[in-house]
């Protein structure tokens, strides 16, 4: 029995003399020889399974006390990137040195394993060596420490910046500092941190650890520079496309970075190593699909500066349009825009004119984005709704369309319609080259009513009816007819023509009828000029007469002024010679409307001015008495005095009239005027002058009102026959009964508004929801 156990312990000694990690050890000088002979004893005693798993507990042990212990106290939290670059590039040089202290161990376990008949995976893997790496990556990672990312990321950092900048600065003098590694040329690392990084990854890809340890801090740290990148190349500048440089940058200098990682230095992966080509193909697409996704953010972040310079800013436009067929992004972009067009433009510190201009643009840029219009309809549904609500959104349409010189863009609008205009009809939609709606385009709205809404089509859209444009259009126009002593009729029919194209003949009938106002008024006034009756009352002053249709031209602003008797003398004989001409037509003056060429004389002071009707009546009586009271000239002029009081603050200005007392005015000397200072008097009378220029015509809410007062008479009669009635019903009788009333589309709002005026204004009586007449 002590033989026994003495051949036993004999063969435990040679056992552990080929496999020393049954010690705790793993330094062995068994040869090849020697362990074949212990192989056989192994193999004799028939415990081949029980020694390979012994063997295998001890190595999980080993690798758990001693390798993962010394390997993790390197991570530590280095602020210094450099002191963290040595620290990873020394903890894993001591790892990759104790993982090859196994070698001669594995090896003879590899003949023990294959000695084994029961075929049972060795952690997973079908070999030793596989299963080894399994064991020490499993072990490794189970004590991962909180900060391992740290040291990591330094050594990454460096290695990357020394790549990045691998060509830059190659032809320097040696004081300049180099951009790799930030040392004097003198003295510079590039090289040695080089050598540091492919010698790194070369010892991490053989023991299967670089994905597992390094992926993710890679991952990060990529992003991180591709954000940077971006932000250092693209800020503030809209006019040059730069996703080719971008992508160009990503497969030139981080994929080529990645594939020398991954291939231990070499530049193109193996082409026989599925493996190695698939880790860098995904990582590939997953730091495109980033590049795109942040480039993106940053442009929808630009977006709105990017649509007020547009066109300039079309290579921006073209970047956002690839970017948003590769992200997921387009909800972000509608959602980002449509903020920053209500923070930055609707409000009431943005002029109407500067909104117009920034929705054309938005128009524009986003029908060049994206051609279906969904976006466009998404984004602007605020801007649409808010011009709705500003009262001078149709004037400043309107001036826009009819505005002179190449900065008038609306203007541009209605010539370039008028040019495609003929074409039109010609074009035909390929049916290859039809495209879907996107999944959140509206269902209710036609994709080719999306798509053929222009410009102005979208800005007439806003308030539904060209009905408001043609009426604004008409007060416009007479403005600047009545305005101008030279009229460029020319000018106004060019115009009017291209309106024609666009909003109908019929609707601009009346604007005809204007302009051909104009014209004979110039033949009629020459006819007169001529009339022999009417010579006599021209010699002191002449005329010139604007004679117009008034059922064509918008209602003018009603105020009074009474003229001075030579003045309604001569439009008197104006007017009789008219008659002799025209039959049985007269005329009806509106004495406060056009324009007088006065010449005034005060010492040695000789004014030449053009005036409004106004202010020459009010000169005109000082001249016949010098000093005037305003109630005196109020019952004069049969003109209020609050506006009496705002009018001659010109004369004032001008140095000619002074306030003697309160409301007290007087004509000054020759000697006086002079005294005047110049620089006060220009400033005044630029306020004088923007007073002058006041519109004649009434308001498109007085005309309105007007509209309305004609459904006055329709709503007497139904309550007077039905006592009361609600809301809704008097609006539901209107359309029946009043359908031919001018501006007979009334809205509920409306109604409501133009009731309730009445109601304050004691015509009407509101009781429980039901108006009344009140009794008398």
């Known amino acids: 029995m002590t033989d026994k156990n003495d051949e036993l312990n004999i063969y435990w000694n040679k056992i552990l003399y080929a496999f020393p990690i049954l010690n705790d050890s793993l330094f062995t000088d068994c040869t090849a020889a020697e362990y074949e002979e212990i192989q056989q004893i192994i193999v004799g005693l028939g415990v081949q399974i029980s020694i390979r798993d012994l063997i295998f507990v001890h190595i999980e042990k080993y690798l758990r006390q001693h390798v993962a212990p010394s390997f993790w106290p390197k991570f530590t939290k280095a602020e210094e990137e450099v002191k963290g670059f040595q620290l990873f590039k020394s903890a894993v040089n001591d790892l990759y040195e104790s993982a090859s202290n196994f070698l001669p161990i594995l090896s003879n376990l590899k003949i023990l394993c294959n000695s084994c008949c029961d075929n049972k995976p060795i ?10 790496k399994q064991l020490l990556r499993a072990t490794l990672l189970s004590q991962l420490p909180l900060d391992f990312q740290v040291i990591i990321n330094h050594f990454y950092k460096i290695s990357f910046n020394v790549f990045d900048n691998e060509y830059e600065n190659s032809e320097m003098g040696e004081d300049v ?11 510079c690392n590039c090289a040695y941190i080089v050598k540091v990084f492919h010698d790194t990854n070369r010892k991490l890809m053989e023991l299967q650890l670089l994905e597992r340890l390094t992926g993710q801090v890679l991952t ?15 800020t503030g500048t809209f006019d040059v496309s730069h996703i080719g440089f971008l992508e160009n940058w990503l497969d030139t200098t981080v994929m080529s970075w990645l594939t020398r990682i991954y291939c231990a230095g070499s530049s193109k992966p193996p082409s026989d190593d599925k493996n190695i080509l698939n880790a860098i193909s995904k ?12 480039y993106t953010k940053l442009r929808i972040d630009q977006l709105f500066n990017i649509i007020i310079e547009y066109p300039d800013s079309q290579p921006a436009v073209d970047d956002i349009k690839l970017c948003l067929d590769k992200t997921d992004l387009r909800s972000t972009l509608c959602k980002k825009l449509q903020n920053a067009l209500e923070t930055r433009l609707l409000h009431p510190g943005v002029n109407t004119p500067d909104i117009l201009t920034a929705y054309i643009s938005t128009i524009r840029a986003l029908r060049h984005l994206e051609p279906s219009g969904v976006i466009l309809e998404t984004v602007t549904k605020p801007v649409r709704s808010y011009l709705r609500n500003r009262e001078d959104t149709v004037r400043s349409v309107v001036s826009s369309l009819t505005e002179e010189g190449a900065g008038s863009e609306l203007a541009e609008e209605l010539a370039k319609f008028a040019a495609e205009n003929d074409d039109e009809n010609e074009k035909e939609e390929a049916w290859d080259e039809w495209v879907p709606d996107p999944v959140d385009a509206d269902p209710k709205i036609n994709s080719n009513d999306r798509k053929a809404n222009d410009i102005i089509s979208m800005l007439v859209n806003v308030y539904g009816s060209k009905e ?21 009729t020319e000018k106004e029919i060019r115009y009017l023509e291209l309106l024609k194209l666009r909003f109908g003949e019929s609707q601009l009938h009346f604007c005809e009828v204007m302009l051909k106002d104009v014209s004979d008024s110039k033949r009629i006034n020459a006819l007169i000029q001529q009339d022999k009756n009417f010579e006599g009352f021209s010699d002191n002053f002449s ?14 602003k009603d105020e009074s002024l009474e003229l001075p008797e030579e003045i309604k003398q001569h439009f008197n004989a104006y007017t009789k010679s008219y008659e002799a001409l025209k039959g049985n037509r007269t005329l009806s003056w509106k004495p ?3 324009n007088v060429n006065i010449e005034i004389e005060l010492g040695e002071k000789k004014l030449d001015l053009t005036v409004s009707p106004f202010n020459a009546t009010v000169i005109m009586h000082f001249q016949n008495k010098p000093e005037w009271s305003l109630d005196e000239l109020h019952q004069v002029m049969k003109v209020p005095i609050t506006i009496l009081r705002r009018k001659i603050t010109y004369w004032q200005s001008m140095g000619i009239v002074a306030e003697k007392s309160t409301d007290h005015y007087v004509l000054v000397d020759g000697t006086d005027v002079n005294k005047s200072s110049v620089a006060v008097n220009q400033v005044q009378e630029m306020i004088c002058e923007d007073e002058e220029t006041e519109s004649v015509m009434a308001s498109a809410h007085d005309q ?8 006055w008479t329709y709503i007497v009669g139904m309550l007077t026959n039905l006592d009361s009635l609600s809301l809704e019903r008097i609006h539901q009788m209107l359309k029946m009964f009043a359908s031919q009333a001018p501006g007979a589309e009334c809205s509920l709002q409306e109604l409501r508004q133009f009731l309730d005026i009445k109601v304050r204004t004691h015509q009407l009586v509101l009781q429980a929801g039901m108006y009344k007449l009140p009794r008398s």
């Open 123 to 132: 952690f997973g893997e079908r070999d030793v060596t596989s299963g080894f």
């Open 177 to 187: 500092m180099c951009s790799g590694c930030w040392n004097e040329y003198s003295d």
């Open 220 to 234: 990060n740290f990529i992003q991180m520079r591709i954000e940077s990148h971006i932000q250092k190349l693209c």
């Open 283 to 294: 990582f590939k697409q997953k730091l495109s699909y980033y590049l795109y996704h942040s």
């Open 468 to 488: 408001l444009f043609v009426n604004e259009y008409r007060t416009l126009l007479a403005d600047r007819l009545l305005a101008q002593s030279v009229i460029n």
């Open 543 to 556: 005329s010139n007469a604007m004679i117009l249709s008034a059922q064509f031209w918008p209602p003018f």
């Open 592 to 594: 406060h409307l056009g």
């Open 704 to 711: 309105r009102e007007d509209e309305l007062q004609v459904f």
